[in-house]
T-cell receptor, first 112, second 111 residues
Framework: QKEVEQNSGPLSVPEGAIASLNCTYS??????FFWYRQYSGKSPELIMS????GDKEDGRFTAQLNKASQYVSLLIRDSQPSDSATYLC????????????FGKGTLLTVNP | KAGVTQTPRYLIKTRGQQVTLSCSPI?????VSWYQQTPGQGLQFLFE???????NKGNFPGRFSGRQFSNSRSEMNVSTLELGDSALYLC??????????FGQGTRLTVV
C-alpha cells in the first residue's frame, strides 16, 4: 500500500457544485494532515490543516478526518473556476512532523 | 510578511556539472525542508534542516546535499548532474509545527 493515496482524477465539476477530494494514508501514528493546492506552473499552497477527528471548516473548504479509517477528505463548496488546480494531500511520516509524504494529487477542473 | 524566497528561479545545466540552490525561509522559521517534484514521482522529500543540523533525510543519493546557515537560510547542492535530476526543487519553511510553506521553486533543467 502506498503511504499516501489520492484519487488520480481528473475530477470535473460544474461551477457551484461540491467537489470532493479523498486521501488515504498508511501510517497509523500520523497525527497531522494537510491539503495543498497547486496551480499549473506554481508551487504548492497550504490551504487546510487538520489534526483531530471530525470536520474543520474554513470558508468554502471543509476538511474531514477519520483516523480509524485512515482517511482524510477535502470538500470544496460552491466550486469556482478559480478552484481549478491540483490538490495534494500531505502526511508527516517516520515520526517526524517535518518530513511530509505527498500523494500524487488530484486534478480538479471546475467548468463555468 | 515576506514568504519563502528561492533563487534562482530557473537553471539550465549540463550533465556532470554541479548546481547550488538557495532558500531564505519566512522570518522566524527555523526549519527548512527541500523537496523534488517531477511529473512521474510527484513531490518527494529530500532533507530537512533545523538550527544548522540535518534532522531528516529522504531516499536520495549522496549527490544531493544541503546545509543551513545560522540565519536559517539554506542551500542544497547537486553534484554530477544527471538528466533525471531535471525537476522543480521546492523549499519549505516551518515554525514549530508541521505546517510547511513553500517557495516558488527552482526549475532545474539538465541537458
Amino acid at each position: 500500500q502506498k503511504e499516501v493515496e489520492q484519487n488520480s482524477g481528473p475530477l470535473s465539476v460544474p461551477e457551484g457544485a461540491i467537489a470532493s477530494l479523498n486521501c488515504t494514508y498508511s501510517d497509523r501514528v500520523s497525527q497531522s494532515f494537510f491539503w495543498y493546492r497547486q496551480y499549473s506552473g506554481k508551487s504548492p499552497e497550504l490551504i487546510m490543516s487538520i489534526y483531530s477527528n471530525g470536520d474543520k471548516e474554513d470558508g468554502r473548504f471543509t476538511a474531514q478526518l477519520n483516523k480509524a479509517s485512515q482517511y482524510v477528505s477535502l470538500l470544496i463548496r460552491d466550486s469556482q473556476p478559480s478552484d481549478s488546480a491540483t490538490y495534494l494531500c500531505a502526511v508527516p511520516r517516520g515520526g517526524s512532523n517535518y518530513k511530509l509524504t505527498f500523494g500524487k494529487g488530484t486534478l480538479l477542473t471546475v467548468n463555468p | 510578511k515576506a514568504g519563502v524566497t528561492q533563487t534562482p528561479r530557473y537553471l539550465i545545466k549540463t550533465r556532470g556539472q554541479q548546481v547550488t540552490l538557495s532558500c531564505s525561509p519566512i522570518s522566524g522559521h527555523r526549519s527548512v525542508s527541500w523537496y523534488q517534484q517531477t511529473p512521474g514521482q510527484g513531490l518527494q522529500f529530500l532533507f530537512e534542516y533545523f538550527s544548522e543540523t540535518q534532522r531528516n533525510k529522504g531516499n536520495f543519493p549522496g549527490r544531493f546535499s544541503g546545509r543551513q546557515f545560522s540565519n536559517s537560510r539554506s542551500e542544497m547542492n547537486v553534484s554530477t548532474l544527471e538528466l533525471g535530476d531535471s525537476a522543480l526543487y521546492l523549499c519549505a519553511s516551518s515554525r514549530g509545527t508541521a505546517e510547511a510553506f513553500f517557495g516558488q521553486g527552482t526549475r532545474l533543467t539538465v541537458v
